[in-house]
């Protein structure tokens, strides 16, 4: 990283190549001098731990597809970083072909997974028996057929036009409105002050397998009000049956309901990673507590007991 970089703003990696809709996220940060387009999340993320990068851009989770699992492997494994912000990025696909193809004369498609399985319906209606490639993303598949490989490519509007390319359809998603939820990460850093629309990820593993293991996790949140809006199991890669569970909880880590369930956790379970505490990218001030479990009840009942301690009158 040069000195340049740093003082034009700051190096973001993210996963490329340019055209993908994670680099549509990363261009919604502020303050980013040069970007850094990676082949997988892995390295992505990895050139934030080597210092190469300042924060990396990765897709989390979409509306349709649910996690991206190497993003939440690398999140629980490796040396610790931090989410600092997610950034929500509406996600909508066309039919790319070179200059003077017509449809009749597509045999192959080529797009990544998430793209082929949210446009399937669509590609069997107006492609019946087309022959899928599957790439490392959208914007791979639309330069592969720029440069003839593939016939056509489901990708963003960007890519086509990045590669020079036609577009045969537009909009051709089966699920409209999908939405797909991307984080930068940083290395470990405090996080910022609360908002009201605050969003703690963490991941947990649990001490040992017994029943209710997992509801022992669950209760810690659930007794102090506190609403998931995401749980995810991945094997700790251990042995078989092993897993972890990646979790997003509505919240601060200042707030002292979020605080205490941490708290909790941490003695309860064999690890807890903290991911970071940071504003929802779709603004949403989340689930209401339930009555005696907001935060101004926690703070009122925690100075109950400071009283109660000090002067035996509560």
């Known amino acids: 990283m040069t000195t340049a970089d740093r003082a034009a703003g700051r190096v973001v990696a993210f996963l490329g190549p340019h055209g993908t809709f994670t680099e549509a996220a990363l261009r919604q940060l502020p303050n980013v001098g040069s970007d850094r387009p990676e082949t997988s999340v892995s390295s992505a993320i990895d050139a934030v731990r080597r210092g190469t990068a300042d924060a990396a851009v990765v897709p989390l989770e ?52 998430h793209a082929e399985a949210q446009c399937r319906r669509w590609l ?22 720029a440069a003839g490989k593939y016939d056509a490519a489901v990708c963003a509007q960007v890519a086509a036009e990045s590669a020079g390319l ?18 930068c990460v940083t290395r470990p850093a405090p996080p910022p002050p609360p908002s009201r629309t605050d969003r703690t990820s963490v991941v947990a593993y649990i001490r040992e397998n017994h ?79 339930p009555a005696g479990r907001s935060d101004a009840d926690f703070s009122a009942a925690s100075a109950w007991l400071d009283s109660l301690r000090r002067t035996g009158n509560g």
């Open 62 to 113: 979409n509306s349709v597809e649910g996690a991206v699992p190497a993003t939440l492997d690398e999140l629980a494994r490796g040396s610790a970083v931090t989410i600092e912000c997610e950034i929500y990025v509406d996600v909508s696909f066309v039919l790319a072909v070179r200059p003077g193809t017509t449809l009749d004369r597509v045999g192959s498609v080529a797009t990544h997974p």
């Open 124 to 145: 069997a209606e107006h492609l019946p028996g087309v022959r899928v490639e599957l790439t490392s993303s959208t914007a791979a598949g639309a330069t592969g057929v």
């Open 211 to 289: 029943t209710g293991a997992l509801l022992e996790i669950l209760t810690e949140f659930a007794i102090r009000g506190i609403n998931l809006t995401r749980i995810e199991s991945r094997p700790t890669r251990a042995q078989m049956g092993e897993y972890c569970f990646a979790i997003d909880a509505e919240g601060h880590i200042a707030d002292a309901r979020v605080g205490e369930a941490l708290a909790a956790l941490h003695r309860i379970c064999l690890d807890l990673r903290y991911l970071g505490s940071y504003p929802r990218g779709d603004g949403s001030v989340g689930v209401a507590a």
């Open 166 to 183: 036609n577009v045969l359809g537009s909009d051709i998603g089966d699920n409209k409105g999908a939405v797909t939820r991307f984080i």
